[in-house]
């Protein structure tokens, strides 16, 4: 595909990098996608000083394993959510608005002067000033913005500068459309996969092995954040469904969590105490490199995404653990919920179950551990589906529609 019209694409991001939170991997998967794709791309984001020794020391590639196929700038930006504690909260929601609104002008005025073919952006405030600059943009949504962002996206619709909106999923575009942005003009692209992390991967037992992990008991795996956006992702309810599973062959199920934050767990074992599961059945492990997570899911007898029904995971959310579990071709237990919908089907390459339900939850674990036929199918045709979702072709897809609104216009 020829490409040769977009040469520089610049990546205006607000978010400190590298982070543990999944938004910052997605952002630099994409920057090296598109790099991948034939374009020139530029990383902007800001730089502050680091709470962590462990981030301030590591480069974004080495932090994410990434190729360095793209260049990195960063603007300065005072980090300020200390003065939350100083500030009531309702003054505070309102000095930050109006100084991420500042630093948005600041940012995209910095990144006019680099005179790119196309920029890029996941923030609503950022979009605003690009199209009001007069550059050609793209905006990635990952929620329906509310509120005082909704009304600055109101403005950006009207902009003949946008060349795209890509968001999560439909019920997303829904949203968009229904505030005046074109149907034609928003592309529903889920989150991806890198397929190559999961060349190679060694048999469950040795993978086991190399982890240190029991070999003679189920293993039932969550690998993702434990938390977002200061939210539950299921991990509460999977703790809960674990009193209702039996043993398997004799041997009593584990359940394996992995990425974090490790200041969450002590709740989660208090909560086990309270239910009568034996710390023994549990382990609890920090984030690990993207390139070791195959490992830990190909570790796992059955994987699980319990998320909890409400408006974010129903409606908005792409978890990143979908594809990697789906990559790796490790039987899926899913909550049932629209979002989960657009990507797994029940029965097919996944089993869902209806969400905040510890006994259905466990009920669906029992039925792929004891049923291995009917796991081992679901999980050969999720991973025969994943090939789909990769970041290159995701980057692909993007960059011809950009391509095709040019000539269009």
């Known amino acids: 595909m020829n490409r040769k019209s977009i040469v520089r694409l610049i990546y205006l991001a607000n978010a400190y990098l590298p982070t543990e939170m999944a938004h910052g991997y997605q952002i630099c998967k994409m920057c090296e996608a598109f790099a991948l794709n034939g374009a020139q791309v530029t990383l902007i984001y800001p730089h502050r000083h680091r709470m962590y020794a462990s981030l301030s020391a590591t480069l974004i590639f080495e932090y994410y394993g990434l190729r360095p196929l793209f260049n990195v700038q960063t603007l300065p930006k005072w980090y300020v959510e200390p003065l939350r504690r100083s500030i009531r909260n309702w003054w505070f929601k309102r000095f930050l608005f109006v100084y991420e609104f500042v630093w948005g002008w600041y940012a995209a005025r910095k990144a006019r002067g680099e005179k790119a073919d196309i920029y890029y952006t996941r923030d609503s405030i950022i979009v605003y000033w690009l199209t009001r600059f007069g550059l050609p943009t793209v905006y990635e949504a990952h929620i329906v913005p509310k509120r005082i962002q909704r009304q600055l996206l109101r403005k950006v619709s009207q902009s003949s500068c946008l060349q795209l909106v890509v968001v999560l999923t439909s019920y997303i575009k829904q949203g968009f459309v229904a505030m005046g942005f074109s149907e034609n003009k928003t592309l529903v692209l889920p989150d991806a996969v890198d397929l190559s992390l999961f ?211």
């Not at 041997?251 to 969590?257: D, G, M, Y």
């Open 199 to 409: 060349d190679n991967v060694p048999s469950q037992v040795e993978c086991r092995q190399r982890l240190g992990l029991s070999l003679d008991h189920p293993i039932i795996g969550y690998i993702g954040r434990f938390q977002t956006m200061g939210m539950e992702k299921g991990i509460p309810e999977l703790i809960q469904a674990m009193r209702y599973l039996p043993p398997v062959n004799g041997a009593e199920p584990l359940l394996l969590c992995v990425g974090g934050p490790m200041e969450a767990v002590p709740a989660y074992l208090a909560l086990a105490h309270r239910i009568g599961i034996p710390e023994h059945r549990l382990k609890f492990v920090d984030r690990v490199p993207n390139t070791e997570v195959p490992y830990w899911i190909r570790a796992c007898d059955v994987v699980i995404a319990p998320f909890p029904n409400t408006e974010h995971y129903a409606f908005f959310m792409s978890p990143l653990k979908l594809f990697e579990y789906m990559a790796a071709g490790v039987p899926i237990v899913a909550s049932d919920l629209p979002s989960i919908g657009e990507v797994l089907r029940h029965g097919e390459n996944a089993w869902l179950v209806p969400p905040g339900n510890p006994k259905a939850l466990a009920e669906g674990i029992r039925h792929l551990l004891e049923n291995t036929n009917i796991a081992k199918a679901l999980a050969q045709q999720a991973k025969e589906e994943v090939k789909q979702y990769t970041w290159n072709r995701r980057a692909a897809t993007i960059l011809q529609h950009i391509l095709d609104a040019q000539k269009a216009g």
